[in-house]
């Protein structure tokens, strides 16, 4: 499973990348390539919804299947396996908390971004006719 949580982090940050690189001030030079690059890149990365739903479904089974490890019920051993256990299903579920809101702003952004450009254009044409 650790495959699936590396494919989500690199999605994440790839997400958070093109935000970041669409809001910074400066870049219209870039900004037409990489609104063409981010449209296109939108329907691939909405696979990171249904994903972070089976992971969190998966994250969900693993705490619900989970054996409870309290008193002295277990080894020193099985309580710190147990402690990781925990640790790790609060990470990747950061994890998935971070790369849904990034797609949202991945799409709200491009489409800002691709409104913003016609109006320039619509405004350019208008002045011409003036």
Known sequence: MALEWVVLGYAAAAEAIMVLLLTIPGLDALRKGLVAVTKNLLKPFLSVVPFCLFLL???????????????????????????KSIMKSQRNA????????????????????????LLNQRLERLKRTE
């Open 57 to 83: 479904m998966d994250i969900y089974w693993k705490y619900e299947t989970r054996p409870s490890c309290e008193g002295d019920s277990c080894t020193p051993s099985e309580h710190l396996r147990h402690q």
């Open 94 to 117: 950061l994890l998935i908390a971070a790369a849904l809101p990034f797609y949202w702003l991945l799409y709200s952004v491009t489409n800002l971004v691709v409104r913003i450009d």
